[in-house]
């Protein structure tokens, strides 16, 4: 595997780790691989230590779920299937709560639906969570929440779970670990199909080498990476597909372990500020002081205090413009507050939110990482 591919790994600042139902438990018994999960978290707790920001998409909540409840193999029905779900992922939760605490780090649980990463309020408060907890050296485990999600507002699977995840904190490395290690030009048992160690270009081609490769326990193939890897680098995030069936597969991974790269389009901050800027329709226009254009300009979040009027009618997690006084647009960013709110904030310090609104909303009327300045 050549270097600069390896090198995404150990020099990506901030990691995303999908780990599948195959891998956790044991196909038969459904029973946890309590001795890969030690070794695959002791891998997360040695980056995490070197700096790097380590979130973990973790599916095995129904495989787990389903031997405690003693359901027989097979498709399950949805309803059990979330029922399943709700029993597993207390002792999936457990376990990597145990596991990391082993290495003095703190385990967050997020269950995230459809809903939370599509929907651009909900987006917001996931990313912000998310964030927070990552600034506070705590690892995230997350699932879907699949105990109540039902079929329109559910991915279904976690691979592509992950890839979302992955471009809405702006990660720049998704490494799924699965019982494969990688894309091969038709399915490995076939005479003559070849590995491919790395994709630049998700091509009609590509996507017509992905079978159905999905087993009783998790519902990912093949398919399902490869949507994974469109998502994934198309937001700026470097995405592998490696085989996880090994003790400590990062660290096998890092030391040049076999596996498919799939390069990443642009950079995170590249992809973001493009889909801010380009990528959505504003809803509304907010009016700021001369003070407020420098402050921008000079690369700050936009505070209610710089606002003088709020124009049309968007929610909090919108896309808006911000104009000057003469009406010119200095820049275009996802708005923390509706029009409503950011109406009767405006003018005021941040310390007035809460009195004003009644809850304790951002500082920021527009986070600086949520702006992208007019070029000219
Ligand atoms: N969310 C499911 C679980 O935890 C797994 C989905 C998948 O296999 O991709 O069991």
New binding site residues.
């Given amino acids: 595997m050549a270097a600069v591919t390896i090198a995404r790994l150990s020099n990506a600042q901030r990691v995303v780790v999908k780990i ?2 195959a891998l956790l438990t044991d196909g038969k018994t459904g029973k946890l691989n309590r001795d890969w999960l030690g070794a695959f978290v002791a891998d997360v707790a040695a980056m995490r230590a070197r700096g790097q920001e380590m979130l973990i998409v ?8 389903r031997r405690a409840l003693g359901l027989p193999s097979g498709r399950l029905k949805l309803e059990e ?1 979330q029922a ?2 709700a029993v ?2 207390i002792g ?1 939760a457990q376990a990597f709560q145990e596991s990391l605490s082993a290495h003095g780090r703190n385990c967050a649980q997020i269950l995230l639906t459809l809903d939370d990463t599509e929907t651009r309020r909900r987006y917001l408060n996931a990313r912000s969570t998310l964030n927070t907890l990552l600034r506070l050296g705590a690892v995230p485990v997350i ?2 929440n ?1 105990t109540v999600a039902t079929s329109e507002i559910r ?5 592509r ?1 992950a890839a979302r995840v992955a471009s809405m904190i702006s990660a720049d490395c998704l490494v799924l670990l699965s019982d494969v290690d990688g894309l091969y030009t038709a399915p490995p048992s076939e005479p003559g199909a070849t590995h491919i160690p790395e994709v630049t270009d998700i091509t009609p081609e590509i996507m017509a080498m992905a079978g159905d490769a999905a087993s009783e ?4 193939g093949m398919k ?1 990476k490869l949507a994974a890897a469109l998502i994934a680098t198309e937001g700026g995030c470097h995405m592998a597909i490696a085989n996880g069936r090994t003790l400590h597969p990062l660290k096998a991974l890092e030391e040049g372990g076999r596996c498919t790269w799939f390069t990443a389009r642009s950079t995170p901050y590249a992809a973001r500020k493009r889909w801010i800027s380009g990528g959505l329709k504003t809803k509304g226009t907010i009016v700021v002081d001369a003070g407020a254009v420098d402050a921008l300009l000079h690369g700050r979040s936009l505070l209610p205090a710089g606002i003088t009027a709020v124009q049309g009618r968007f929610e909090r997690g919108d896309a808006v413009s911000v104009r000057d006084s003469e009406g010119r647009e200095i820049a275009r960013g996802l708005s923390a507050y509706s029009n409503e709110d950011a109406a009767r904030i405006l003018g005021h310090n941040s310390r007035e939110i809460e009195e004003l609104l009644g809850f304790a909303g951002r500082a920021e009327m527009i986070h600086r990482d949520d702006l992208v300045l007019k070029k000219g």
Avoid: H
């Fill in positions: 599948g139902s973790s599916s095995g909540a129904i495989a787990l779920g299937s399943a779900a597993g992922q999936l699932n879907e699949d991915y279904g699977d976690n691979d779970l326990m998790s519902r990912g399902t």
